[in-house]
């Protein structure tokens, strides 16, 4: 029978040999140094070379949300924090109607969507039940598909396509083959593909969980994948994912936990962060971005990134 992780081992318990680096001969960044040339060189403009991390900056909230409290106006407020980022995380839309075609940062695009914050509403008339109780298991947002072509990808430079994926929710079979689709199409012009884990109100934000995911999708062919932070035993889920992770930022915190959360998952293994709602919705979100940037690629103790976030604000 398959080892399936967090049943009892009888023999020998897990091995994450979480303090040994898995090595990238030739190259910087974990698990990429057997690709090809073009694909090496999108991935360095994500990741920093000089230190192997990135500060991505996640706006494409809208594609399900609509205009998220902090993106109403992306001129307004999105685009005054571009020079302090490395990577920006949107949708095509956004990238064609407001984003500069001079920016030099590299770009994550949004290549999965097809449902919205509504099929939530609509999913308490189809159980035929009361008021507040739902389907068990029923995730009407993990019914999504491909929706971006890798040509678009191509006409508008995108380093990275960003997929959602749903494991263990209604749909993960079908969201697992929109993101191994979406690799075979990049791999042939040599753009990244970001497996984004996608956590459902059924699904547990456990070690154990994003250990099991992460690996899918890195087995399956994933070039770097995006997934929660775990306060317990995180460096487990980076030492067993062969690629890169860079943890997704979450609901709003105060600041200064949002930079201990950044900072506790450089520590543990992962690549950098993408973050959104902590940055564009902090109560001064230039200040915040170059707080956590500090952390990102200056090393800064969340305390030291948090009073150069004071100051900045003052």
Not at 55 to 65: E, P, W
Not at 229 to 240: A, G, I, K, L, P
């Amino acid at each position: 029978m398959a080892d399936i992780d967090g049943t009892k081992q009888e023999k020998k318990d897990k091995e994450f040999f979480t303090q040994i680096p898995q090595e990238s001969p030739g190259y910087f960044l974990k698990g990429s140094h057997q690709y090809d040339w073009g694909l090496k060189n999108r991935l360095s403009r994500v990741f920093n070379p000089k230190d192997g991390r990135t500060l991505m900056l996640a706006f494409d909230h809208g594609y399900f949300q609509g205009p998220t409290t902090g993106l109403e106006r992306i001129d307004q407020t999105i685009l005054p924090l571009e020079p302090y980022v490395d990577c920006l995380m949107l949708t095509r839309g956004l990238q064609r109607s407001v984003v500069p075609a001079s920016t030099q940062k590299a770009i994550a695009l949004r290549a999965s969507g097809g449902t919205s914050m509504v099929s939530l509403m609509d999913e308490w008339e189809s159980t035929g039940s009361e008021p507040g109780l739902r389907r068990p298991g029923y995730e009407p947002l993990s019914n999504e598909s491909l929706a971006c072509s890798i040509e678009d990808a191509l006409r508008l430079n995108a380093s990275v396509l960003a997929v959602q994926v749903f494991i263990g929710s209604q749909h993960e079979r079908q969201t697992l083959e929109n993101m191994t689709r979406l690799i075979d199409e990049a791999n042939r012009y040599g753009i990244a593909v970001m497996g984004v884990v996608a956590v459902g109100r059924a699904m547990a934000r456990t070690p154990q969980y994003f250990r099991l995911a992460t690996r899918i999708m890195a087995e399956l062919g994933c070039h770097l994948v995006k997934c929660y932070y775990t306060d317990e035993e995180f460096e487990t889920v980076t030492s067993c994912c062969p690629v890169p992770i860079v943890i997704a930022g979450g609901k709003k915190l105060p600041e200064l936990d949002a930079l201990k959360m950044s900072y506790n998952a450089l520590e543990q293994g992962a690549s950098g962060v993408d973050m959104g709602r902590n940055i564009f919705q902090a109560d001064s979100p230039i200040a915040m971005v170059q707080a956590v940037r500090a952390v990102v690629h200056e090393g800064a103790k969340p305390e030291e990134a948090y009073d150069l976030y004071q100051q900045l604000k003052g």
